[in-house]
């Protein structure tokens, strides 16, 4: 990873054509050949960028007011970024090494795998006949039983939106075809539910489910509760 702090002006020459006037910002020119330029300001997003694979050479200013170099940043298409660097303030070069990346806390693999262990917070006597059970159009997160032997196909989401109680209204429709587990219910589980999905599922028969993350881990404080 190189870092460069510097006055410089920047131009974006290919599909379309983009300037950012003279000002002090970040170059990073990272590992992976990509090329950000960020200010101080805007959140994380940088204000231009080129992303591998792409080449840099660096060439001697020109025309008036043009004293630094210019880095010509080209990627395989031919489009370019051309950073100006008037003024370099600082720069730092360092190997991060590897990066395992990030690992979320809470994603709907967690909340599967939690629920498939405590399928009995869904109703008393249920039993869990398969996580990820296979058709024709995709997984089923659950496939259970309720106490009654009825089966009933559970989708589960972070947040539960339309498209959720959609994609679980197709496996129904596919799963109700089959005579060895008809009729399948649906349960549509969530850790939020908007409005509408919840007004959707419920026009479609199918029950919603609100999932305490913290509660399935066991980790949740019950002092902390108001109810």
Not at 50 to 68: D, F, H, K, L, Q
Not at 170 to 176: F, I, M, Q
Not at 178 to 205: C, M, N, S, W, Y
Request: aromatic share 6%; net charge negative; with cysteine.
């Amino acid at each position: 990873m190189r870092i460069v702090i510097a006055r410089c002006t920047v131009n974006y020459v290919g599909r379309l054509t983009a300037h950012l006037p003279e000002a002090v910002r970040v170059i990073m020119v990272k590992g992976d050949g990509s090329v950000l330029i960020h200010s101080d300001g805007g959140s994380y997003k940088p204000l231009n960028w080129m992303s591998p694979p792409c080449t840099i050479r660096i060439e001697p200013g020109v025309g008036a007011g043009n004293t630094g170099s210019v880095w010509v940043v080209e990627n395989k298409a031919g489009e370019q970024l051309q950073i100006t660097v008037h003024e370099i303030f600082l720069e730092t070069e360092h190997d991060l090494g590897f990066d395992p990346g990030l690992q979320k806390d809470g994603v709907e693999a967690h909340l599967q795998a939690l629920l498939a262990t405590h399928v009995g917070i869904l109703g008393a006597d249920w039993t869990l006949i398969r996580r990820e059970y296979p058709t024709a159009i995709g997984p089923v997160d659950l496939l259970c039983r309720d106490g009654a032997g009825v089966t009933v196909a559970v989708e589960i989401k972070r947040r539960g939106e339309i498209d959720g109680v959609e994609q679980l209204t197709r496996y129904l429709a596919l799963l109700n075809r089959d005579p060895l587990l008809a009729p399948v219910h649906g349960v549509f589980a969530a850790q939020e539910i908007k409005p509408q999905a919840r007004t959707l599922a419920q026009d479609r028969g199918i029950r919603c489910v609100v999932l305490d993350y913290d509660g399935l881990k066991g980790t949740a404080d019950p002092s902390l509760r108001l109810f």
